[in-house]
């Protein structure tokens, strides 16, 4: 038998997204691994296998078009000559293609060679709990939330003065990576408001770099230049509407994303003396120890997918114009691919995840989000004397985008 029984997996699903469960929905999880495919309801799926989850992100039958969200045909044009529908996240080839290859090559070129100014960064964050004395710390505050604002901005060549103003905006415009559906008319509202803020904030900063360009990635975005490759004719350059989502699309999918990552590879080596052992006397696996945080417990839970034709799925024929929730997080702890699947076992020997995704929506950020990872990580373990944790974290109540509001840390001193 390929599908579970709609009653079951449905009641599975609705205890998955009630925050409740927010702290631990690992056991739901285990729950839907009778089978690797799931009917929710008359044009609903939810899809808990690896391999069936790792297929679909690279089926070119699958959109990520919500067709029950047409644009605007009065708003504003995207460069294809349509009318504007969304950031690159959230359009299908070939649009999606032409402005993510525009980004794609400028951002990876920023990425080669930030390791030491990331490391420079993190020292600041330890060195300001080193002072204040206090011998607790909530991690997410003080060092997860500020690293990735500050990244992002300097990538930019936003000035320090407006970091509190970035991350105010990507907590605000986070809301809108969630289904439309879960959304309430207000939150609809607010996110419309708050995106029109974001686009009047940044026109006088994309004015400014049209006037003197610089070495940043907005420069490279305007102004265009060898490095951010080949195009085929002018028009396929982003237009300014295209450039403001872009840039919200940087700030909000590589911001609460990479906090939750420093945060649940805190949690996981505080939670694991032994891992926290091995991984302070051998600093140099902390690539093993990240992907392993990535697999066990994964900051994006979950995306969706809409099938344009009619699909296969082990052995399941899911009909063209339905919608298939993929569990990224269930597809990883998947025991038909991984032994032991609930263990947090750094260096396992089959550590492949999904927690980028796959296909032509892979990460754009992942390179950036693991070197981040990689050097706070092994800063907390390397400077704070007999780390632990205070007490269970507290969550956010977010399904897609999982992670602690706050993780309290208690030491007793900080290495220079
Ligand atoms: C731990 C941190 C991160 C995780 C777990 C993560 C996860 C993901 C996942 C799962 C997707 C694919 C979504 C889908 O296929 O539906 C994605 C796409 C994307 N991510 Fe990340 N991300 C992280 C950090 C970042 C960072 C730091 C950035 C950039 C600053 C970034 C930028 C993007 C962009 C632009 C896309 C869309 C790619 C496309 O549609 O072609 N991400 N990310």
């Known amino acids: 038998m390929t599908t579970s029984h709609t009653p079951t997996a449905a009641a599975t699903y609705g205890r998955i997204v009630d925050p409740a469960n927010r702290p631990d929905p690992y056991p739901l999880y285990a729950a839907l691994t009778d089978a690797p495919i799931h009917r929710l309801g008359d044009h609903e799926w939810l899809v808990s296998g690896f391999a069936e989850i790792g297929a679909l992100l690279r089926d070119p039958r699958m959109s990520v078009q919500d067709p029950a969200v047409e644009p605007d045909p009065n708003g504003p044009l995207g460069s294809d000559g349509r009318p504007f529908r969304s950031g690159f996240l959230s359009l299908d080839p070939p649009h999606h293609d032409a402005l993510r290859g525009q980004v794609a090559h400028?951002?990876?070129?920023?990425?080669?060679?930030?390791?030491?100014?990331?490391?420079?960064?993190?020292?600041?964050?330890?060195?300001?709990?080193?002072?204040?004395?206090?011998?607790q710390v909530d991690v997410v505050e003080q060092l997860a939330y500020p690293l990735p604002v500050s990244v992002i901005c300097e990538l930019l060549d936003v000035p320090r003065s407006e970091e509190p103003v970035f991350h105010s905006f990507a907590e605000r415009l986070t809301r809108g990576l969630d289904p439309v559906d879960t959304l309430s008319e207000t939150e609809i509202a607010e996110l419309a408001v708050t995106r029109?803020?974001?686009?009047?904030?940044?026109?006088?900063?994309?004015?400014?770099?049209?006037?003197?360009?610089?070495?940043?990635?907005?420069?490279?975005?305007?102004?265009?230049?060898?490095?951010?490759?080949?195009?085929?004719q002018d028009t396929d350059r982003m237009n300014g509407i295209e450039l403001g989502v872009t840039l919200g699309l940087l700030l909000i999918?590589?911001?609460?994303?990479?906090?939750?990552?420093?945060?649940?590879g805190t949690l996981a080596l505080l939670r694991s003396p032994a891992a926290l052992a091995e991984f302070r006397a051998h600093p140099e696996t902390a690539p093993e120890l990240v992907e392993e945080v990535l697999r066990y417990d994964p900051p994006v839970q979950m995306?969706?997918?809409?099938?344009?034709?009619?699909?296969?799925?082990?052995?399941?024929?899911?009909?063209?114009?339905?919608?298939?929730?993929?569990?990224?997080?269930?597809?990883?702890?998947?025991?038909?691919?991984?032994?032991?699947?609930?263990?947090?076992?750094?260096?396992?020997?089959?550590?492949?995840?999904?927690?980028?995704?796959?296909?032509?929506?892979?990460?754009?950020?992942?390179?950036?989000?693991?070197?981040?990872?990689?050097?706070?990580?092994?800063?907390?373990?390397?400077?704070?004397?007999?780390?632990?944790?205070?007490?269970?974290?507290?969550?956010?109540?977010?399904?897609i985008l999982r992670g602690p509001s706050a993780l309290q840390m208690a030491f007793d001193g900080v290495l220079p």
């Open 106 to 135: 400028a951002f990876a070129e920023r990425i080669v060679g930030l390791r030491p100014r990331i490391e420079e960064l993190v020292d600041g964050l330890v060195d300001r709990i080193a002072a204040d004395g206090a011998g």
């Open 196 to 232: 029109g803020q974001w686009r009047a904030y940044l026109m006088p900063m994309i004015a400014e770099r049209v006037a003197h360009p610089g070495t940043d990635l907005i420069s490279a975005l305007l102004t265009g230049g060898p490095e951010v490759g080949p195009r085929s």
């Open 253 to 264: 999918a590589g911001h609460e994303t990479t906090v939750n990552l420093i945060a649940n």
């Open 303 to 399: 995306t969706r997918r809409f099938a344009t034709a009619p699909v296969r799925v082990a052995g399941q024929e899911v009909p063209s114009g339905d919608r298939l929730a993929l569990l990224l997080a269930a597809g990883n702890r998947d025991p038909r691919r991984f032994a032991e699947p609930d263990r947090f076992v750094p260096g396992r020997p089959d550590p492949a995840h999904l927690a980028f995704g796959g296909g032509l929506h892979y990460c754009l950020g992942a390179a950036l989000a693991r070197m981040e990872a990689q050097v706070m990580l092994t800063a907390i373990a390397r400077r704070f004397v007999a780390p632990r944790l205070v007490m269970d974290p507290p969550y956010r109540t977010n399904m």
